[in-house]
């Protein structure tokens, strides 16, 4: 299948900070392709570079097959770009906003309604209202819709999901298995591990590098260690005790457990539990669990702390 995006060698400083390093990769077209990462782990500054924003210090990108440098005109056309930050006009209505947009790429909120309808519909009852009024949710789903008013071949959104609730969360990426279905490549960041799993394929990105690129379920399967959760009564204590285990690997909280990476070993599970129990753990529960892309990422950067 022909690439979309073609990522080669991209580096970007600021000043001493080196933002990406050395980053290469490529999405195939009408590919979902997710970029999973922490805050200040490069992904803004790589979208920006993408939709021509900035202009990187060393590498090429291109999207579509037009380089991003030489021909950002073109790449300003095709694109639809979602940045992290609410950008719309706030004084305009929701109406306003979505006419105005259509209007820079000469078209009509009418031509291509039958895209956007799914996600529209859910604010067309607040058209009067002025986008800065709206809720998170609705500022969502009216920057999306701003973004995709003239058909474009690729999707970027940097962060789409970062401060609005649960059920908007599922929403917003059930609009974006939606959209896929009509042919358009779209890349999302996210720092949610947990949305990982919505995606095609996914680059954990950490430091500006590029720790592992495979589908989530590949990801996954790369975890060899054996992964324990555990819980006591005092889980601030748990986690020290637990890390000076001598089978452990590494430990850290995750949600109301803490996930425990620890070597392969018949007798370790009650060596463990003794261990913690003289420690004065009590009401101990110590279960082994299947790993998440959250808990391969824990474990790539263990790697990559250790070169």
């Given at each position: 299948?022909?690439?979309?995006?073609?990522?080669?060698h991209?580096?970007?400083?600021?000043g001493?900070?080196?933002?990406?390093?050395?980053?290469?990769?490529?999405?195939?077209?009408g590919?979902?392709?997710?970029?999973?990462?922490p805050?200040?782990a490069?992904?803004?500054?790589?979208?920006?570079?993408?939709?021509?924003?900035?202009?990187?210090?060393?590498?090429?990108?291109?999207?579509?097959?037009?380089?991003?440098?030489?021909?950002?005109?073109q790449?300003?056309?095709?694109?639809?770009?979602?940045?992290?930050?609410f950008?719309?006009?706030?004084?305009?209505?929701?109406?306003?906003?979505?006419?105005?947009?259509?209007?820079?790429?000469?078209?009509?909120?009418?031509?291509?309604?039958?895209?956007?309808?799914?996600?529209?519909?859910?604010?067309?009852?607040?058209?009067?209202?002025?986008?800065?009024?709206?809720?998170?949710g609705?500022k969502?789903?009216?920057a999306?819709s701003?973004?995709?008013?003239?058909?474009?071949?690729?999707l970027?959104?940097?962060?789409?999901?970062t401060?609005?609730?649960?059920?908007?969360?599922?929403?917003?990426?059930?609009?974006?298995?939606?959209?896929?279905?009509?042919?358009?490549?779209?890349?999302?960041?996210?720092?949610?591990?947990?949305?990982?799993?919505r995606?095609?394929?996914?680059?954990?990105?950490q430091?500006?590098?590029?720790?592992?690129?495979?589908?989530?379920?590949?990801?996954?399967?790369?975890?060899?260690?054996?992964l324990?959760?555990?819980?006591?009564?005092?889980?601030?204590?748990?986690?020290?005790?637990?890390?000076?285990?001598?089978?452990?690997?590494?430990?850290?909280r995750?949600?109301?457990?803490?996930?425990?990476?620890?070597?392969?070993?018949?007798?370790?599970?009650?060596q463990?539990?003794?261990?913690l129990?003289?420690?004065?753990?009590?009401?101990?529960?110590?279960?082994?669990?299947?790993?998440?892309?959250?808990?391969?990422?824990?474990?790539?950067?263990?790697?990559?702390?250790?070169?």
């Open positions: 299948m022909p690439s979309s995006v073609i990522i080669d991209i580096s970007k400083s600021y001493s900070l080196l933002a990406l390093d050395d980053i290469s990769l490529s999405t195939e077209k590919e979902l392709f997710g970029f999973i990462g805050d200040g490069g992904k803004t500054t790589l979208f920006r570079i993408l939709t021509t924003l900035l202009i990187p210090n060393k590498g090429t990108a291109s999207v579509e097959g037009f380089d991003t440098v030489k021909d950002f005109k790449i300003r056309k095709i694109i639809g770009y979602m940045p992290g930050r950008s719309l006009y706030q004084d305009l209505s929701v109406e306003e906003n979505l006419r105005f947009f259509a209007s820079i790429f000469k078209t009509t909120v009418e031509e291509n309604y039958k895209l956007i309808e799914d996600i529209y519909k859910q604010i067309e009852p607040f058209k009067d209202r002025p986008a800065g009024k709206l809720s998170g609705m969502q789903k009216l999306l701003c973004a995709l008013i003239h058909k474009p071949d690729v970027f959104l940097d962060e789409p999901t401060g609005v609730d649960a059920v908007s969360r599922k929403e917003f990426w059930d609009m974006l298995k939606k959209l896929r279905a009509e042919g358009i490549t779209i890349l999302v960041s996210t720092p949610y591990m947990d949305e990982a799993s995606c095609d394929r996914v680059a954990l990105i430091e500006g590098k590029i720790l592992d690129i495979d589908t989530p379920a590949g990801i996954v399967s790369a975890f060899k260690e054996i324990l959760a555990i819980k006591s009564e005092n889980m601030y204590q748990l986690l020290f005790d637990a890390q000076a285990f001598p089978g452990t690997i590494r430990a850290y995750s949600g109301e457990f803490i996930h425990l990476a620890v070597e392969e070993g018949d007798q370790l599970l009650p463990l539990k003794k261990h129990e003289d420690k004065g753990h009590h009401s101990l529960i110590i279960k082994r669990i299947t790993p998440t892309v959250e808990d391969s990422f824990m474990s790539l950067m263990k790697g990559t702390n250790n070169q």
